[in-house]
C-alpha cells in the first residue's frame, strides 16, 4: 500500500493566519482527498484533490477558506486560511485507487489554532 | 443529516467482554468499510464486505452486511486493551468516501 508523509505533524498557528498542509506519496496514485476531523468526531471530507485543475469541494467547504493544489499524481498541499480558533482540528490526507477501494491515510496534522 | 449513523457512539468495557458496534443507513451501498483509527494516527482499513448477508471474520472481529445493504455490524469476541481505538464504518457514494459517525471503544484491563 502507498506510504504517505503528510507535514506537519502538528502546529500551533495565531488567528488570522494561514497554514499549508503538505501530503507527499510514495507513488502515483488516483484519488487524493483532504478529511477533517474535530475533536472526538469522526471524519468529515472536505475536498477531492484533482491532477492538475481544481478541486472538488464539498458543501460547507470553500476555495477561499481551504485552497488546495495537486500539481502531480504523487503531491497535494491544502491550505487553512485565516485561522480561526473553529478552524482546530486533525486534517487528514488520504490516497485511493478508484471508487470502492480502499483509502490509505497520512497520520494527519493537528492543527490547534489560538 | 449523516448517512452513516453507528451506535453506540462510546462504549467503555472490561477486557473478556463481547461487543456489537452497529453502522445503518436508508441508503443502499455497493459496499461498506471498516476502519480502526488509533490516536495520532490516520483510520486503517480493516475490512470491505461487498455480497448483502456476507459475513467476515478477522481473529476476533465479525463483520456483516445487512441484506438489503443498507446496514453492517462489527461484533468483538473476548475484547483486549489493544482492540481501543476509534470504529468507523465508511461507504462509497459515487466517488467520495464518507464516514460513519464513529464509536470510540475503551477497553479495560
Known amino acids: 500500500s502507498a506510504v504517505i508523509s503528510q507535514k506537519p505533524s502538528r502546529d500551533i498557528c495565531q488567528r488570522g493566519t494561514s497554514l499549508t498542509i503538505q501530503c507527499q506519496v510514495d507513488s502515483q496514485v488516483t484519488m487524493m482527498f483532504w478529511y477533517r476531523q474535530q475533536p472526538g468526531q469522526s471524519l468529515t471530507l472536505i475536498a477531492t484533490?484533482?491532477?492538475?485543475?481544481?478541486?472538488?469541494?464539498e458543501s460547507g467547504f470553500v476555495i477561499d477558506k481551504f485552497p488546495i493544489s495537486r500539481p502531480n499524481l504523487t503531491f497535494s498541499t491544502l491550505t487553512v486560511s485565516n485561522m480561526s480558533p473553529e478552524d482546530s482540528s486533525i486534517y487528514l490526507c488520504?490516497?485511493?485507487?478508484?471508487?470502492?477501494?480502499?483509502?490509505?491515510f497520512g497520520n494527519g496534522t493537528r492543527l490547534t489554532v489560538t | 443529516t449523516q448517512l452513516l449513523e453507528q451506535s453506540p457512539q462510546f462504549l467503555s468495557i472490561q477486557e473478556g467482554e463481547n461487543l456489537t458496534v452497529y453502522c445503518n443507513s436508508s441508503s443502499v451501498f455497493s459496499s461498506l468499510q471498516w476502519y480502526r483509527q488509533e490516536p495520532g494516527e490516520g483510520p486503517v482499513l480493516l475490512v470491505t464486505?461487498?455480497?448483502?448477508?456476507e459475513v467476515k471474520k478477522l481473529k476476533r472481529l465479525t463483520f456483516q452486511f445487512g441484506d438489503a445493504r443498507k446496514d453492517s455490524s462489527l461484533h468483538i469476541t473476548a475484547a483486549q486493551p489493544g482492540d481501543t481505538g476509534l470504529y468507523l464504518c465508511a461507504g462509497w457514494v459515487t466517488d467520495k468516501l464518507i464516514f460513519g459517525t464513529g464509536t470510540r471503544l475503551q477497553v479495560f484491563p
Open positions: 484533490a484533482n491532477q492538475g485543475s481544481e478541486a472538488t469541494y
Open positions: 488520504s490516497v485511493g485507487s478508484g471508487p470502492n477501494s480502499p483509502l490509505h
Open positions: 464486505v461487498v455480497t448483502g448477508g
